[in-house]
């Protein structure tokens, strides 16, 4: 990875670009704050994860696949309890509120 200002990136801008072309980043700065990336541009494969870009930059990490029977487990939690039964709501709500008639 090369780190060049802004002033010397204008001045030799095409020697940056081909550096990035052949697969390497450069940073630009300025005034010592890192303001852009220069980097050359690449196909997302379509198979790979929506975060893989992430994960090569360091800012994400990609978990591992679950295990089958956790995937059941959790979609079985996610549907909710059961349903009561010759019940309706109005009448639960009624009998809490104590408003039978």
């Known amino acids: 990875m090369k780190t060049v200002g802004i002033r010397e990136l204008k001045n030799s ?3 940056y670009v ?7 980043t450069v940073v630009v700065t300025d ?14 494969k379509k198979d790979e994860h929506p975060f893989a870009e992430m994960a ?3 800012e994400a990490r990609i978990g591992k696949p679950l295990d089958p029977n956790v ?5 079985a939690r996610r549907r909710g309890p059961p349903l009561l039964k010759g019940t309706t709501v109005k ?3 009624d009998a809490l509120r ?3 008639v």
């Open 71 to 75: 995937k059941a487990a959790i979609r």
């Open 98 to 100: 104590e408003d039978t």
């Open 13 to 15: 801008l095409s020697a």
């Open 31 to 44: 005034r010592g704050e890192v303001v852009a990336r220069l980097m050359p541009p690449e196909a997302a």
């Open 91 to 93: 009448e639960i709500l």
């Open 18 to 24: 081909r550096a990035a072309r052949k697969g390497e």
């Open 56 to 58: 090569r930059r360091g």
